[in-house]
């Protein structure tokens, strides 16, 4: 995250031990690169007075760490950049500790939500910020068991924070059609408890993953044909299909409209789906993959996981 802190926390006269240890663990944060030090020249040269008398062995370290800081704020030259969090004598010390703890997510399903597909959107589309964050255990994925359980399981996260709940909630939509109202509800229960929630707006997550993927899912013959067929599909119906275990049961009868136009062997080829291993599948391939075949699915399908992923970034 983008931390400041008031030039007024570097003015106390005597700070106490607390304040002093809490400024130490940004200090530190922000030498490791965990988070960014949003400082203006001002205050560089209140904590140039500053840090001398309370880490006399660091203070050149700290200072130099302070001067690139200033200097990386004064470069920068875009649009879009996030505020910052500010850090004043009131909050160091509640907000030196939540800012010293691991972003947690929180998904259905630690394996298939977290560890196959989170991980690889992060691999693949970045940025690279954030690739070590997930590296570095900085970003933490909570697992609850189910979407029924995720509000319970994020009150339980928001909890270890003192002041700046840095709680994120990943949810599938479990939409039958684009236009039906999904997990709307259980979206906004998260909502009471997360910093931010991001309701999937197709039916899971395992249909976004690509096509190159999906051809090793299975027997390699059938799931190339099933993936021809797929591509065959409209992005409205390709967004809501049940990926996993297709229409073994028959369709849906809040589907049956929806699909009615595919032709009969087409229906006949996805009725088995590609089974229940393609997020892991999707993980063990993350390597090979690349944002444009994950824009090769749906433009607009990878705009919003780019979102997500910024989303995240942004309290990581």
């Not at 080829?269 to 944002?291: C, D, K, M, P, Q």
Request: proline share 4%.
């Amino acid at each position: 995250m983008r931390v400041a802190i008031d030039r007024e926390v570097f003015r106390v006269r005597r700070p106490g031990k607390r304040a002093v240890q809490a400024v130490f663990g940004l200090l530190e944060t922000f030498d490791s690169g965990r988070h960014d030090w949003v400082i203006d020249p001002f205050t560089v040269d209140d904590f140039a007075a500053f840090v001398p008398l309370h880490f006399p062995s660091l203070a050149e370290t700290y200072a130099s760490l302070a001067r690139l800081a200033s200097k990386r704020e004064a470069a920068w030259t875009g649009i879009g950049q996030r505020s910052p969090v500010v850090v004043d004598a009131d909050n160091l010390v509640d907000l030196a500790i939540d800012l010293g703890q691991s972003a947690v997510v929180v998904v259905e399903d630690e394996f298939s939500d977290g560890d196959y597909f989170l991980a690889t959107l992060i691999a693949v589309f970045g940025p690279d910020r954030l690739r070590r964050a997930h590296q570095q255990g900085w970003l933490r994925v909570q697992h609850s068991g189910g979407s029924g359980r995720m509000p319970r399981v994020a009150a339980k996260a928001a909890k270890q924070f003192r002041r700046l709940v840095r709680v994120i909630a990943l949810l599938d939509s479990d939409r039958m059609t684009l236009d039906a109202v999904g997990n709307v509800e259980k979206a906004a229960s998260l909502a009471e408890h997360c910093a931010y929630v991001h309701l999937l707006a197709w039916r899971e997550a395992e249909n976004y993953v690509p096509d190159l993927v999906l051809e090793h899912c299975g027997n390699s013959d059938a799931a190339s044909l099933r993936t021809q067929a797929l591509k065959r599909l409209l992005p409205r119906q390709r967004a809501v299909y049940d990926m996993k275990k297709g229409f073994r049961n028959d369709i849906p009868a809040s589907q049956r409209q929806e699909f009615a136009d595919v032709p009969d062997d087409d229906m006949a080829i996805l009725r088995e789906g590609f089974g229940s291993n393609v997020l892991a599948t999707l993980f063990r391939l993350r390597s090979e993959l690349t944002v444009a075949d994950f824009e090769a699915v749906d433009p607009d399908a990878a705009a919003e996981l780019r979102a997500l992923l910024a989303a995240i970034d942004a309290f990581v």
